[in-house]
Protein backbone atom coordinates (compact mmCIF):
# COMPACT_ATOMS: atom_id res chain seq x y z
CA UNK A 1 0.00 0.00 0.00
CA UNK A 2 1.52 3.51 -1.13
CA UNK A 3 1.16 6.22 1.31
CA UNK A 4 1.88 9.82 1.00
CA UNK A 5 1.76 12.07 3.87
CA UNK A 6 2.30 15.95 3.19
CA UNK A 7 2.66 18.83 5.84
CA UNK A 8 4.96 22.34 5.65
CA UNK A 9 1.25 24.04 4.10
CA UNK A 10 0.49 27.50 5.99
CA UNK A 11 -0.42 31.25 5.61
CA UNK A 12 2.42 33.31 4.25
CA UNK A 13 2.23 37.01 2.86
CA UNK A 14 3.91 37.71 -0.80
CA UNK A 15 7.04 37.42 -1.29
CA UNK A 16 7.75 34.77 1.41
CA UNK A 17 8.93 30.83 1.29
CA UNK A 18 7.00 28.10 2.27
CA UNK A 19 8.47 24.06 2.11
CA UNK A 20 6.24 21.52 1.92
CA UNK A 21 7.04 17.90 2.79
CA UNK A 22 5.68 14.84 1.48
CA UNK A 23 6.42 11.11 3.68
CA UNK A 24 6.59 8.25 1.42
CA UNK A 25 6.52 4.86 1.55
CA UNK A 26 9.78 3.44 1.17
CA UNK A 27 9.78 1.44 -1.95
CA UNK A 28 7.98 3.64 -4.49
CA UNK A 29 11.43 5.53 -4.41
CA UNK A 30 12.71 2.86 -7.34
CA UNK A 31 11.27 3.61 -10.82
CA UNK A 32 8.05 6.03 -9.62
CA UNK A 33 7.73 9.52 -10.79
CA UNK A 34 6.87 11.77 -7.83
CA UNK A 35 5.18 15.40 -8.07
CA UNK A 36 3.46 17.93 -6.25
CA UNK A 37 0.14 19.34 -7.72
CA UNK A 38 -2.33 21.92 -6.84
CA UNK A 39 -5.92 23.39 -6.77
CA UNK A 40 -7.40 26.25 -6.53
CA UNK A 41 -11.22 26.51 -5.55
CA UNK A 42 -12.88 26.41 -8.73
CA UNK A 43 -10.42 25.48 -11.01
CA UNK A 44 -8.51 22.33 -12.29
CA UNK A 45 -5.71 20.31 -10.48
CA UNK A 46 -2.59 20.92 -12.19
CA UNK A 47 1.03 19.84 -12.21
CA UNK A 48 3.58 22.19 -10.13
CA UNK A 49 6.73 19.83 -10.37
CA UNK A 50 8.06 16.62 -10.89
CA UNK A 51 10.35 14.39 -10.05
CA UNK A 52 11.71 11.01 -11.74
CA UNK A 53 13.87 8.05 -9.88
CA UNK A 54 16.78 9.38 -11.24
CA UNK A 55 16.35 12.90 -9.82
CA UNK A 56 15.71 14.92 -13.08
CA UNK A 57 12.68 17.49 -12.78
CA UNK A 58 10.43 19.19 -14.84
CA UNK A 59 8.25 22.39 -13.72
CA UNK A 60 5.38 23.96 -14.84
CA UNK A 61 6.15 27.35 -16.31
CA UNK A 62 4.19 29.62 -13.83
CA UNK A 63 6.35 28.08 -10.94
CA UNK A 64 10.23 28.12 -12.79
CA UNK A 65 12.80 29.55 -11.03
CA UNK A 66 10.83 30.06 -7.87
CA UNK A 67 9.71 26.50 -6.81
CA UNK A 68 12.01 23.25 -6.29
CA UNK A 69 11.24 19.76 -6.20
CA UNK A 70 13.66 17.30 -4.04
CA UNK A 71 13.73 14.23 -2.53
CA UNK A 72 15.52 12.61 0.18
CA UNK A 73 15.98 8.62 0.60
CA UNK A 74 19.09 8.93 2.97
CA UNK A 75 18.79 7.04 6.30
CA UNK A 76 15.50 5.98 4.99
CA UNK A 77 13.47 8.93 5.39
CA UNK A 78 12.23 9.03 1.68
CA UNK A 79 10.73 12.60 1.50
CA UNK A 80 9.97 14.38 -1.40
CA UNK A 81 9.62 18.21 -0.80
CA UNK A 82 8.82 21.39 -2.53
CA UNK A 83 10.56 24.79 -1.65
CA UNK A 84 8.44 27.43 -2.81
CA UNK A 85 10.25 31.02 -2.70
CA UNK A 86 9.07 34.49 -3.83
CA UNK A 87 5.74 32.88 -3.15
CA UNK A 88 2.54 35.01 -4.92
CA UNK A 89 -1.37 35.34 -3.99
CA UNK A 90 -2.00 33.05 -7.27
CA UNK A 91 0.03 30.21 -5.48
CA UNK A 92 -3.11 30.27 -3.32
CA UNK A 93 -3.97 26.07 -3.46
CA UNK A 94 -4.27 22.79 -1.66
CA UNK A 95 -1.11 21.39 -2.68
CA UNK A 96 -0.92 17.03 -2.71
CA UNK A 97 1.93 15.05 -3.29
CA UNK A 98 1.40 12.48 -5.77
CA UNK A 99 3.34 9.17 -7.42
CA UNK A 100 2.83 6.65 -10.58
CA UNK A 101 5.21 3.91 -11.85
CA UNK A 102 7.40 5.58 -14.32
CA UNK A 103 7.15 3.58 -17.60
CA UNK A 104 8.69 5.93 -19.90
CA UNK A 105 11.70 8.87 -19.90
CA UNK A 106 9.85 11.32 -18.65
CA UNK A 107 7.54 11.61 -15.88
CA UNK A 108 4.61 13.94 -17.15
CA UNK A 109 3.09 17.14 -15.16
CA UNK A 110 -0.63 15.81 -16.18
CA UNK A 111 -2.26 14.81 -12.77
CA UNK A 112 -4.18 12.10 -14.18
CA UNK A 113 -1.25 9.99 -14.67
CA UNK A 114 -0.76 9.86 -10.96
CA UNK A 115 -2.29 6.97 -9.25
CA UNK A 116 -1.83 7.83 -5.67
CA UNK A 117 -1.95 10.95 -3.72
CA UNK A 118 -1.56 12.49 -0.46
CA UNK A 119 -4.54 14.18 1.57
CA UNK A 120 -3.71 17.28 0.93
CA UNK A 121 -2.02 20.37 2.55
CA UNK A 122 -3.17 24.09 2.14
CA UNK A 123 -1.07 26.91 0.87
CA UNK A 124 -2.23 30.85 1.64
CA UNK A 125 -0.79 33.73 -0.20
CA UNK A 126 -2.18 37.27 1.08
CA UNK A 127 -0.92 39.99 -0.73
Known amino acids: QVQLVESGGGSVQAGGSLRLSCAASAYIYSHYCMGWFRQAPGKEREGVAV?????????ADSVKGRFTISKDNANAKNTLYLQMNSLKPEDTAMYYC???????????????????WGQGTQVTVSS
Open 51 to 59: IDSDGITSY
Open 98 to 116: AAAPQYGLFCPLASAAYNY
